[in-house]
């Protein structure tokens, strides 16, 4: 059974097959159209993957709140939420929120997201206050044709406070500048005397880029962000799990494909030269926690589709590994939006989905710059 409230005429607990007649009534007392049905409701509680929470006094029920929960993910939407007439105003869909997000969490939910009218001011005002951010629209939502607004929460956080390293956040200026992002904040965590700005964020694409990309600005390799580490002092550990000409696939001319193979071949001189090798191989999420644990900062190569439904190479820092989920920092924010920049930061990902996303094209690249601070 879940927490009682502080108030002792209401208890949250999880629904039954006895609470059906209730649900129901409820509902119909609080909603013209696209209502839940009886058969819906036994259905609900028949699934080992939803939640219904209900909230009740000595009276009977007075609000519900239904999660579901995508099996084979770590999202959960929060499909309705109800709350009797007499008990409006009264804090009650604030609790049952608060009540869900407790299970979810524990079921080991990292996100929730809900659907709710655009016209509905009160709702979204309680979504808004609880923590939830508007990231999308529905047309032609409900049954009248009406939008619905999408919000999203994240539940699970990492405990940066007990981390290994405490590692600075810093949302890339340019959208062709994740990686130098991504070595400013790995590098300024090892020391912080490190400059953290646009200047030095270009002046690391300048050094570290492979020249060109299908489109616009050329993005930077894990060969010229290496060198970049290592031309200021830092130790690096580079691996790769190929060794051709990486980043071509998407290019049609041959004379750029050229050009990008000219750059990351004097890339490998120069790494040479220096005495560095690639490791061959990837690294196992076990791996990543050992070097978090020892200080040393791993900026990793993904597939920027998971995170933004594009097909494209992108660069990350994990900042975080635990039992279920690696955290990462994600540079690809936008720097004016402090809330979002916030949503950017220690990023809890399933380990079964960071093993997918670490996995770049259809070669299945995957690559690491691994920082540390040599004594």
């Known amino acids: 059974m879940l927490a009682s409230d502080s108030r002792p005429h209401i208890c949250f607990r999880p629904a039954g097959v006895e609470d059906v007649d209730a649900l129901v009534a409820i509902e119909n007392a609080s909603f013209d159209a696209d209502r839940i049905s009886r058969r819906s409701f036994r259905r609900f509680l028949m699934s080992d993957r939803d939640i219904l929470i209900v909230a009740t006094t000595s009276d009977g029920l007075a609000g519900y709140i239904l999660v579901l929960l995508r099996r084979g993910t770590r999202l959960g939407r929060i499909y309705s939420l109800c ?95 994740c990686g130098p992002a991504c070595l400013m904040m790995a590098m300024h965590a090892l020391d912080p005397t490190v400059a953290v700005s646009p200047q030095h964020e270009l002046r690391l694409w300048r050094e570290s880029t ?7 600005h050329g993005g930077c390799g894990p060969h010229g962000m290496a060198l970049a580490a290592l031309s200021r002092g830092f130790g690096v550990t580079l691996w790769l799990n190929r060794s051709d000409v990486l980043f071509t696939d998407g290019l049609r001319n041959p004379e750029k494909q050229a ?25 196992s999420i076990d791996a990543l926690g050992v070097l978090l ?62 093993k997918r996303m670490t996995r770049f094209g259809k070669v299945g690249l995957r690559a690491a710059v691994v920082l540390r601070k040599d004594a």
């Open 83 to 177: 709350v009797s007439d007499r008990f409006r105003g009264r804090g009650l869909a604030t609790d049952l929120l608060k009540e869900s997000e407790a299970v979810a969490l524990a079921r080991g939910c990292a996100y929730l997201r809900l659907e709710v009218r655009e016209s509905n001011a009160q709702a979204i005002s309680l979504y808004v206050k609880n923590g939830y951010r508007k990231f999308g629209v529905f047309d032609d939502y409900y049954e009248d044709h009406a939008s619905a607004l999408r919000f999203e929460k994240r539940i699970r956080h990492f405990d940066s406070e007990h981390a290994a390293i405490a590692i600075p956040y810093y949302p890339q200026s340019t959208r062709f500048s």
């Open 210 to 216: 492979t020249i060109f990309m299908t489109s616009g």
């Open 259 to 283: 050009v990008v193979a000219l750059v990351q071949h004097d890339f490998e001189d120069q790494l040479a030269a220096l005495g560095i090798v690639s490791q061959e191989g990837e690294l």
């Open 293 to 354: 644990s020892s200080r040393q900062i791993p900026v990793m190569l993904i597939s920027s589709w998971s995170l933004a439904r594009e097909k494209a190479p992108h660069w990350i820092v994990v900042a975080g590994v635990d039992d279920e989920f690696v955290y990462i920092h994600d540079p690809d924010a936008d720097g004016d939006d402090t809330e979002n920049t916030l949503d950017r930061q220690y990023i809890p990902i399933d380990h079964l989905t960071f």
